[in-house]
């Protein structure tokens, strides 16, 4: 059986230049049609539906995911806070151990995060599950966040940004609401 696969190319700098969609039998193969797809100029992300699979950087190392106690000690549930101007959003997210789960009446959201002292990184998928509900953020079924932001004492703060939409900034706020 097929699967759906998405493939975000980057340069050195970590900025997206293009997206991919493709089908692939199973992970193995994916990621050898975005190791094609990639042309060895930069480096890729790959994600199958909304979970992400792999990122390979500029020089084909695999991102390492272990950014140890930092990551353990924001592992919780929280309140989710996106605003874009006119188009904002309210759900829930789990950070746990470096993923991201969560969502809302309208969208999925899975991704992953690394943090260093008081900074934090991240990419996050958004995935339409049902129809427009008339508070939805993102005018696509499917998107990709480049995040970053600070963790303060109960919530981290920050910004995102989407190539699917190169135009909009992402304000996000995370509220601690349990451990």
Request: glycine share 14%; net charge negative.
């Amino acid at each position: 059986m097929l699967r759906d696969y998405r493939v975000y190319l980057f340069d050195r700098d970590d900025n997206v230049f293009a997206i991919e969609t493709f089908r692939a039998a199973d992970d193995s193969f994916a990621l050898l049609k975005s190791r094609q797809v990639s042309g060895g100029g930069g480096g890729f992300e790959l994600w199958r539906g909304g979970d992400w699979v792999a990122r390979v950087d500029a020089d084909g190392r695999h991102a390492a995911g272990d950014d140890g106690d930092d990551i353990a000690a924001l592992n919780g549930l929280y309140k989710l806070e996106v605003d874009a101007g006119e188009l904002q959003m309210v759900g829930i997210v789990n950070l746990i151990d470096g993923a991201v789960r969560g969502g809302h009446s309208t969208y999925a959201i899975t991704g992953t995060f690394r943090c260093s002292g008081d900074t934090i990184t991240g990419v996050v998928y958004g995935r339409r599950h049902s129809p427009f509900d008339g508070a939805y953020v993102f005018p696509l079924d499917d998107v990709r966040l480049q995040c970053q932001g600070r963790v303060l004492a109960d919530h981290i703060t920050g910004t995102g940004t989407a190539a699917e939409l190169p135009n909009l900034k992402f304000n996000i706020q995370l509220t601690r609401l349990s451990s």
